[in-house]
């Protein structure tokens, strides 16, 4: 199946610097890409919506100054926190789904868990 | 405007017996997916199951499978033979519309099962 991955897995940061998480997809082109957000015992909240060349639209709720998407390639989406806070400590997760698959589902990435001290 | 229900939060099962966790959506497309998502204690979005509006036949694959019930707007997983490696938090989630690539996804809040030995 498609794989995507996230770098990095883990990360530990001070409050007030800005943290970037990458989002691959390894062996499909992907136009769209997804960001969530899972805080603990929680559901996945979707953040916005990546795509390629184009702004990110982003979820009711969610600060676009604060979650910085860009998606410069068919197959990278970084999500930057910027300024981040204890409160930003949560896990984050991407997806895509590939341009040509009939497979009606989304990839996940193996997700990146963020700690704001 | 689109919604998921799982009604259990949690739920305590005998290894080899069969569980059905339960899921209502809310939408007012004709169109839609449903899908059956498993996440271990290590992050990742697992795929299991997708159940699509027009499908006639419930949706199988191994031991999962899916009860669509269109009219009452169910769509629960059964897991038959359950084993201590199902032990995870499941979620149900829907596309609403025809699939594309940029087609979002959103979340249940999940149910945690836990297989006992």
């Known amino acids: 199946g498609a794989v995507v991955s996230q770098h990095p897995s883990r990360v530990i940061c001070k409050s007030g610097t800005s943290v970037k998480i990458e989002c691959r997809s390894l062996?499909?082109?992907?136009?769209?890409m997804f960001w969530y957000r899972q805080f603990p015992k929680q559901s996945l909240m979707l953040m916005a919506t990546?795509?390629?060349?184009?702004?990110?639209?982003?979820e009711q709720g969610v600060e676009k100054d604060k979650f910085l998407i860009n998606h410069a390639s068919l197959t990278l989406s970084t999500l930057t926190v910027t300024s981040a806070h204890p409160e930003d400590s949560s896990f984050y997760i991407c997806?895509?789904?590939?341009?040509?698959?009939?497979?009606?589902?989304?990839?996940f990435g193996p997700g990146t868990r963020l700690t704001v001290l | 405007a689109q919604k998921i229900t799982q009604t259990q939060p949690g739920m305590f099962v005998q290894e080899k017996e069969a569980v059905t966790l339960d899921c209502t959506y809310d939408?007012?497309?004709?169109?839609?997916?449903l899908f059956w998502y498993k996440q271990p204690s290590s992050g990742e979005m697992i795929f299991l199951i997708y159940?699509?509006?027009?499908?006639?036949q419930n949706a199988t694959e191994g031991r999962y499978s899916l009860n669509f019930q269109k009219a009452r707007k169910s769509a629960n997983l059964v897991i038959s033979a359950s084993q201590l490696g199902d032990s995870a938090m499941y979620f149900c989630?829907?596309?609403?519309?025809?699939?594309?690539?940029?087609?979002?996804?959103?979340f249940g809040s999940g149910t945690r099962l836990s297989i006992r030995p």
């Open positions: 997806s895509a789904s590939p341009r040509t698959s009939s497979a009606d589902t989304q990839y």
């Open positions: 939408t007012s497309d004709q169109s839609y997916g």
């Open positions: 989630a829907m596309r609403e519309g025809r699939y594309s690539s940029a087609s979002k996804i959103i």
């Open positions: 990546s795509n390629e060349g184009s702004k990110a639209t982003y």
């Open positions: 159940q699509g509006s027009y499908d006639e």
């Open positions: 062996d499909f082109q992907a136009t769209t």
